[in-house]
């Protein structure tokens, strides 16, 4: 089981996409993102394997919670910096995100 303080060492935060471009080099069909963290923790980019049920157009301004404090990992010559949070459907990974507007950058907590 998993205790309060491994739940409190993950660092989930809100951003918005503002770029979004296919990634033909990835192993699994994937998307390049560019996520807005807000001003203390900036800009932050990801591979995200979301290409079954979203489209670019689809994605930049939309808000996403990602964790932002797992290490950078390259993904096909691409640093992937932050894990974007999605649900596994069965037509696909469907994001996870406020259900309103808000500042980039708050703590899920």
Known sequence: MA????????D???????????????????YKLTIDF??????KHCSAQ???LYVPEQLVGRQVLG????????V?????????????APEGVVLVGADRPVPNGLRLG
């Open 3 to 10: 205790t309060m303080q491994d739940f409190e060492q993950l």
């Open 12 to 30: 989930i935060r809100t951003g918005t996409i503002t770029a979004c471009e296919p990634f033909p080099q990835a192993r699994k069909p994937a």
């Open 38 to 43: 807000g001003p203390d923790l900036g800009v």
């Open 50 to 52: 979301i290409t079954v």
């Open 67 to 74: 964790v932002v404090n797992f290490p950078s990992r390259m």
């Open 76 to 88: 096909a010559g691409f640093p992937s910096e932050v894990l974007v949070l999605g649900v596994y």
